[in-house]
């Protein structure tokens, strides 16, 4: 009998290609995302060697970062020059390269990370990267998913391998049922703030208890999207029926027979009874509120019934840390989070841009206006969201609200495009960094989850969202 | 790849702590399609003004840190996006080593490839090398990648851990393309295997 393994274990065993005596491994990737900021000099690379792409149909690639999300992107010229370039780059090179892709004019363009699973690409147990930290999202599907550097992707686009070392394991078990208004965005962010940005360096995180298996798919990807803003290479959700019903019948799934056949190794891929982890975190998922960050880092996380806290109240090199954080963001120590008025909400990412993100701050907007003065952009994380929610209604709610309802992109997440805020501008965002100048030059970031910037988005400061919420709702 | 041979350099001190990759190199420097020239764009928004005028307190601004080769920098350096324009950056300026008392995961590999040596120290260690490089261009660091030690300029020696493979590849300069091309037998068999276990990948 061999030894209990994690879902870990079994997926790095299951890809293994080559072994050297110090246990470096040429691990197989499955399926490579690209986009167009961190693959072109990957490409040059490949042509100035005169290499090919050595699996062009388990490589996919989709312009996100540096797209307009305006309604005029259609006539299809991008202003920017630079930005422009790119994106040409990638059409060129998927072409030359004969790799799959979604140009912007494709209603299935969108972030990378929503388009893969979307169209079914990524599937349990596979090995998954893409040159974008963000990676990490489709390991909700029980996939090993990473972000790579662009010698890494030019390493994967010549030889669908990785040399690599096997992380350590690391379990987080969310206890119990989630109250009210808190989101699987509340969920990670809490871990964060729980481990710190540093606490998974050099582990893989395995999400398990209750509150993760009572989460649909896309709250899924919202936990395992920011399993790197704590620093792990990569965060798993073991697959189940959850995941089995969202894959079948997708575009690129496995049909008939196939599907069944991959079923049965799927329904393996589970951490077996008494497997060990190097590092166990818990949290009650009743315990658990709707959170917000304060600070410059995505660590900075507090329940937002909190007060901005003293730099003094930290150790080490923190201290330091916090105090420039509350200069940059403009706060005062003991404000009370609630009373941190904001001029703009960004509701998109590849955190929180899937329709059930939408859904959720469509529920909180229903029937009412935002605030005058703020700024109110929805950036639907692909074009299919974007589709999909014009035909339930939500797109109106938004456009009713006064959100801007934009077309797809990563958008004001990092600001490549030229939605950005502007300096001292500040946003509560559904993106996934709250880092000095990510959404634009000096531009003050909350990160909080779809709902919670609803809520911001109708009394312009930040909310709790329970208060918006009707009695029914809240029961 | 060039080889990363016996340093002996300036070190500067950086000792905040999460230094992301958006201070590294700020995305409107990422728009570039070419892997050079990023190193005038390094830490940029806290290295210049709006009008581009250098600020004068950032650290690589002070006359004694402009050859700067050694950063030591606080907790958790390079997190954030996984950017490789990072470590472009950091060895265009002329930066061959960081050391902090832990790196992001992808930011670290990405820094093999690129010539850089990241070295990992105990809290007190990066403590001791941070005041040796507050001494500026008086003091000369020694990284010795063969011996695995950090050496202050009052001769104070610290040994530091590091992969033995990814050591091997530093030194010698390898290439990991050229190294992997070497098992594509091995990738073939596995391909082969997996057509038969997992058709539908």
Known sequence: MTAPKTLYDKIWDAHVAHEQEDGTCLLYIDRHLVHEVTSPQAFEGLRMAGRKVRAPEKTIAVPDHNVPTTLDRVSGVIANEESRIQVEALDKNAKEFGVNYYPVSDVRQGIVHIVGPEQGWTLPGMTVVCGDSHTATHGAFGALAHGIGTSEVEHVLATQTLIQKKSKNMKVEITGKLRPGVTAKDITLAVIGETGTAGGTGYVIEYCGEAIRDLSMEGRMTVCNMAIEGGARAGLIAPDETTFEYVKGRPHAPKGAQFEAALNWWKTLYTDEGAHFDKVVTLKGEEIEPVVTWGTSPEDVLPISAVVPAPESFKGGKVDAAKRAIEYMGLEVGQKLTDIQIDTVFIGSCTNGRIEDLRAAAAILKGKKIKDGIRAMVVPGSGLVRAQAEEEGIAQIFIDAGFEWRLAGCSMCLAMNPDQLSEGERCASTSNRNFEGRQGYKGRTHLVSPAMAAAAAVTGHLTDVRELMTETETA | ?201
Request: aromatic content about 8%; overall charge negative; charged content about 25%.
């Open chain 2, 1 to 201: 790849m060039e080889k990363f041979e016996k340093l002996t350099g300036i070190a500067a001190p950086m000792p905040l702590v999460n230094i992301d990759t958006d201070m590294i190199i700020p995305k409107v420097f990422l728009k570039t399609i070419k892997r050079s020239g990023l190193g005038v764009n390094l830490f940029d928004e806290m290295r210049y003004d709006r009008q581009g005028n250098e600020i004068p307190d950032f650290v690589l601004n002070k006359p004694q840190y402009r050859d700067t080769q050694i950063l030591v920098a606080g907790d958790n350096f390079g997190c954030g996006s996984s950017r490789e324009h990072a470590p472009w950056a950091i060895a265009d300026f002329g930066i061959k080593c960081v050391i902090s008392t832990s790196f992001a995961d992808i930011f670290y590999n990405n820094c093999f490839k690129n010539g850089i040596l990241p070295i990992v120290m105990p809290q007190e260690v990066v403590d001791v090398l941070m005041k040796d490089a507050e001494k500026g261009s008086n003091a000369r660091m020694v990284v010795d990648l063969e011996a695995q030690t950090v050496t202050t300029s009052d001769g104070e020696s610290f040994p530091f851990e590091v992969d033995a493979f990814k050591k091997h590849c530093l030194l010698e300069g390898l290439d990991d393309i050229g190294l992997t091309m070497a098992h594509v037998k091995d990738i073939d068999a596995y391909e082969a295997k997996m057509a038969q276990e997992r058709p539908w990948v």
